[in-house]
């Protein structure tokens, strides 16, 4: 992704966030990025294009944060909390702080399932990796790979479920209990 990329896609990442995905215009997303309507329409054709990036942007940044942090992780409890920050608290906390979150979730399901596709596949490969580095011969390469997929769906389903704070806290604390009887 280009800094020309990341700027519009943060831009309207913000622009989303502030006023829903349907009222968001081009025009908010080209003056948050600090370019032209017409540069934008040079990179992006449509407001479906620009949800495409925007989800890119979104997980990439997502997966960068968690690898970072994943470096600060001592213990086998940090690091699994640091998975359920990432990949399960933080995008529901963000879904949630949107207005028309319903609409930005309806349209990403149809829209960018490809991206989320491959976003779920780069999280499993850094899960799986992560548990393989740090459970040494305790967990085979397999057992990892099943325990990454295990979590991508459960984390999914959490995101799903809670509709409030506390549920996504109960949720996830129970993941965490049923994720550290697994390893």
Same mark, same amino acid.
């Given at each position: 992704?280009?800094?020309?990329?990341?700027?519009?896609?943060?831009?309207?990442?913000?622009?989303?966030?502030?006023?829903?995905?349907?009222?968001?215009?081009?025009?908010?997303?080209?003056?948050?990025?600090?370019?032209?309507?017409?540069?934008?329409?040079?990179?992006?054709?449509?407001?479906?294009?620009?949800?495409?990036?925007?989800?890119?942007?979104?997980?990439?940044?997502?997966?960068?944060?968690?690898?970072?942090?994943?470096?600060?992780?001592?213990?086998?409890?940090?690091?699994?909390?640091?998975?359920?920050?990432?990949?399960?608290?933080?995008?529901?906390?963000?879904?949630?702080?949107?207005?028309? &979150?319903?609409? %930005?979730?309806? *349209? @990403? +399901? $149809?829209?960018?399932?490809?991206?989320?596709?491959? #976003? !779920?596949? /780069? =999280?499993?490969?850094?899960?799986?990796?992560?548990?393989?580095?740090?459970?040494?011969?305790?967990?085979?390469?397999?057992?990892?790979?099943?325990?990454?997929?295990?979590?991508?769906?459960? &984390?999914?389903? %959490?995101?799903? *479920? @809670? +509709? $409030?704070?506390?549920?996504?806290?109960?949720?996830? #604390? !129970?993941? /965490? =209990?049923?994720?550290?009887?697994?390893?």
């Amino acid at each position: 992704m280009t800094v020309t990329d990341s700027s519009i896609a943060l831009a309207a990442l913000e622009q989303f966030g502030r006023y829903g995905l349907r009222k968001t215009t081009m025009q908010d997303v080209a003056d948050g990025a600090g370019i032209s309507r017409q540069t934008l329409y040079n990179r992006v054709p449509n407001k479906d294009a620009l949800l495409r990036l925007v989800v890119q942007y979104y997980f990439d940044d997502s997966l960068q944060r968690c690898d970072a942090a994943l470096a600060q992780c001592a213990t086998l409890d940090e690091t699994l909390s640091c998975f359920i920050t990432h990949f399960a608290k933080e995008p529901w906390q963000m879904i949630h702080a949107m207005p028309e &979150a319903e609409e %930005i979730e309806k *349209a @990403a +399901t $149809s829209l960018v399932a490809e991206e989320m596709a491959i #976003a !779920t596949r /780069q =999280k499993e490969a850094l899960i799986s990796n992560t548990l393989i580095d740090r459970q040494g011969n305790k967990i085979s390469e397999a057992e990892a790979r099943h325990i990454a997929a295990f979590f991508c769906a459960t &984390a999914a389903g %959490i995101k799903t *479920a @809670a +509709t $409030s704070q506390t549920d996504l806290d109960n949720l996830c #604390a !129970t993941f /965490q =209990k049923s994720l550290r009887a697994l390893l």
